[in-house]
């Protein structure tokens, strides 16, 4: 709580902020960045939000009011910068002389790899999402700051990072944040709508060709591939098609689910998840790449069929 | 509040119950006749559940610790019957002697078409779910009463009815309940295992083959078939391919999508899906079906490719 008034009480000691978040911007940075910078705005303080990133298309519903600035547009001296939920302060998406040149950094996050690179710190790996400390952290400085707005944000980061309440990060105070939420009336059908009901056609199709892919290997282990042809007959890029290992994690007895995607015709993105035992970071790791115990992935110079043999005996010495 | 009064003063005057619920059981079905089930045997009453149907394989976590009865095995009388999450006394899935012969019918329910056929009736359409008026009726009888278990089988009901809190009868209160569950340290991370990543092999691969058929008609209507030859080759029956139809719905621009599932040559069963203004139980009450407004459904004698085209042209007129 200490760490918490710290940051509140510098907070209302300035006027002059510059929020930013990581690269490849999801919905709990979006949804905590938008979150806070309207709140910043109902407390009558100057506020930019800069990201040099491109967003993603389904998120616009959040951003569509706002002016989104590149690190090169701005010019403003004497300013807190508030950075949310990144863990690295490398990966923080604004210029190096934003951060060289800010008064003070203050760092916000919920992930546990974050090493506290802020002048002040609020890191907490227990919260599902920042959303839900921007939620507190709003909430402590003025219980009626929440409105509509904020909240349809806050509620977006919430649902993406916690996968709709279903992943484990889901604390008994993410149902007590989205019951409040709710009693503002929040756009929460619109919301789902545009997360889960606006896909791609093409990313409809792609997928059905990817599960057409499917094999099961002793029973435990189950694999679908995303070709370059396949890319190509969708015409979906690499980055859309995305979110469909876990269609080969969900299968009954199936221990670990594996995505192989194929970049180019010599590198290959795999995703590992498992569901209860096996450890898939330390997979991963084998091949240069990392992630959570149940969630990682790496990318392997080689081709398809080599890389699915090399990591499918490897797989196979842990279920 | 004086309906959930009288049903308590009644549960608490009696000793023995029998528990029933309707054919095709689900989630929210059984989750609130187990969980009053063993509220009922805390309050030391001696309680049957009985349900003349198969049960789904997927919910056999909540079912595994307590004999559900069939109704020619028992034979009790002086027993009060208590309905659950049934709006139809004809779908009560018990004999007709057993709803004869009880002193007293209570009805629990959250369906809008329920029409109040208890000696007891309390039907709360606002309620998300069945398990949510049972843990309040719970509550309300003992604030202690609800355990683990109990838990677990009301957390089953709530997250299968409200779709993970997407649906819109997700109410503030149910995150309340959600949050008030997860203090009791019910077994969360289990139920999304049994619910979610369960799903058979050949469920996967009869939806990618499906997904290959994915039709746009206009940029307003998706389509998507099961033929008959598609349940042969993956040895899958028709009850088991479920759900699909959302696929259909949930592309960018579409605001109806149809799911085609052959059950004979001659059969086809229709599943209609709207997103936001067509009224989906108005087409398909024209093929003699019914539903709700933005889930509905037929079914049509006729050859695959007849039933499409008269029914594409029946939604073209609404989008």
């Known amino acids: 709580m200490m760490r918490m008034n710290n940051i509140i009480k510098a907070i209302m000691g300035s006027d002059n902020f510059i929020i930013t978040s990581h690269y490849s911007p999801d919905g709990d940075n979006l949804g ?43 010019d403003i001296d004497d300013y807190i910068l508030i950075s949310l939920d990144c863990g690295d302060k490398d990966r923080l998406c604004c210029s190096e002389e934003i951060k060289k040149n800010c008064k003070m950094l203050i ?136 979110g469909f290992v876990n269609y080969a994690r969900d299968i009954k007895g199936v221990e670990v689910g594996i995505l192989f995607k194929q970049k180019e015709s010599n590198l290959v993105k795999v995703s590992l998840r498992s569901k209860s035992y096996v450890d898939v970071s330390e997979i991963a790791r084998k091949f240069g790449g990392g992630g959570h115990i149940k969630a990682s992935g790496c990318t392997i110079k080689n081709s398809l069929e080599n890389v699915k043999e090399m990591v499918i005996k490897e797989v196979l010495e842990h279920v």
């Open 107 to 242: 760092n916000i996050d919920h992930h546990k790899s974050n090493d506290n690179y802020g002048d002040l710190n609020y890191v907490d790996f227990e919260a599902s999402s920042t959303c839900e400390i921007i939620y507190d952290l709003l909430n402590n400085i003025d219980k009626k700051i929440i409105d509509k707005k904020i909240g349809n944000c806050l509620y977006t980061g919430l649902i993406t990072d916690t996968g709709n309440f279903m992943y484990s990060n889901t604390n008994s105070s993410s149902f007590i944040m989205a019951s409040n939420l709710l009693k503002l009336e929040i756009d929460k059908e619109n919301i789902i709508k545009n997360l889960y009901q606006n896909n791609p056609l093409n990313y409809v199709k792609i997928l059905g060709d990817t599960l057409n892919t499917l094999e099961v290997i002793e029973e435990k282990i189950a694999t679908i591939d995303l070709t370059c042809e396949m890319f190509k007959k969708n015409a979906i890029s690499f980055n859309d098609a995305d």
């Open 32 to 74: 905590s960045s938008i979150g806070l910078y309207y709140g910043l705005k109902k407390l009558n303080k100057k506020v930019i939000f800069v990201l040099d990133d491109t967003l993603p298309k389904n998120l616009s519903f959040l951003y569509e009011d706002i002016k989104i600035y590149k690190s090169e547009e701005i």
